[in-house]
């Protein structure tokens, strides 16, 4: 199983970490939604929502997969020009 897992990320392109990706994780943070001692969980909503990624595939539910911080997480990423994506789980992205 987890060979399988690793083969598939091998083929996967990486994401660059560019100035507007650190400035929505600045926002992110100072938002107060994401704690600062979170700051990567910042980081991964940031890069998926500058990047335009659909999805979010996180089992992290206490900071990013989290339904009540989902509104304003949408809110901050919009008023940065980019669009927050569906953040779930991967059991939710798979309808189990």
């Not at 897992?5 to 600045?26: C, F, G, N, Q, Y």
């Not at 992290?60 to 304003?72: E, L, M, P, S, Y």
């Amino acid at each position: 199983m987890a060979r399988e897992r690793l083969k598939t990320l091998r083929d996967l392109s990486l994401l660059d970490i560019t100035p507007e990706v650190m400035d929505l994780a600045s926002r992110i943070l100072a938002s107060g939604k994401i704690p600062r001692k979170a700051a990567a969980d910042a980081a991964h909503i940031a890069i998926a929502a500058v990047h335009g990624m659909d999805f979010l595939v996180t089992g992290h539910c206490v900071h990013i997969a989290n339904a009540t911080n989902a509104r304003a997480l949408a809110l901050i990423c919009r008023e940065q020009g980019c669009e927050c994506p569906v953040i779930c789980t991967p059991e939710e992205l798979m309808g189990e």
